[in-house]
């Protein structure tokens, strides 16, 4: 018996599901010996506020907040989602969380082992967790996305794609959505016009 389609929820990690840059300003003021309240929090992509050429490199940053202070597995979830990939979950839709943290080499195993971790310690549900940069790559029927430059290379290789905002996108078109709440409502929304259209070919292919 042929398997059922699934309606797949491509769902992007740090600064969605995860408060990457609340989680990250404390390790940069530390790895900058600056007052924490020097690093401003609405910072933009590549985060050229925090001036982190003053002590090397973001890449170098990335891999002390990582190896030295645990930084995948001390983010705060973002409020809400958790429970309302849950309850997305629930309704049968297929959570593939698509994250690109293992874009520096050498302590793959470390940023794999805090993710996983993490994600099973807040009860965050997934079937299929992908470590890509080209999220397109792995393929879903909708997408939820922070980072601007991604967002905008989905929607232009025509994948659907909501904007979860932060300071970093306040520019990116929408939709979008300033919640979890209103992140769930729009997902529903596509869920129900997937689920017409796949009717309406299982009616046409009788």
């Given at each position: 018996m042929p398997q059922q389609p699934q309606f797949v929820l491509g769902v992007d990690l740090d600064g969605v599901v995860a408060d990457f840059y609340a989680g990250l300003r404390p390790v940069a003021a530390e790895w900058l010996g600056s007052p924490v309240e020097s690093l401003t929090s609405n910072v933009t992509y590549g985060l050229p506020e925090w001036n982190l050429e003053r002590a090397g490199s973001y890449d170098d940053l990335h891999r002390f907040a990582v190896t030295q202070r645990n930084l995948f597995g001390e983010l705060e979830p973002i409020d809400g989602a958790a429970a309302t990939l849950?309850?997305?979950?629930a309704r049968n839709i297929r959570i593939r969380i698509?994250?690109?943290?293992?874009?520096?080499?050498?302590?793959?195993?470390?940023?794999?082992?805090?993710?996983?971790?993490?994600l099973e310690r807040h009860g965050v549900p997934y079937w299929d967790l992908c470590f890509m940069k080209d999220k397109a790559a792995v393929g879903a029927d909708l997408y939820i996305e922070d980072s601007p430059m991604n967002v905008e290379q989905l929607r232009a290789d025509g994948h659907p794609t909501i904007v979860f905002s932060n300071s970093t996108n306040a520019n990116v078109a929408p939709p979008r959505a300033d919640t979890w709440d209103e992140a769930e409502k729009l997902v529903l929304?596509?869920?129900?016009?997937?689920?017409?259209?796949h009717s309406e070919k299982e009616i046409s292919g009788r």
């Open positions: 849950r309850r997305l979950s698509i994250t690109h943290r293992l874009y520096i080499k050498y302590f793959h195993e470390e940023a794999v082992r805090q993710t996983t971790q993490w929304h596509a869920l129900e016009e997937w689920m017409k259209k």
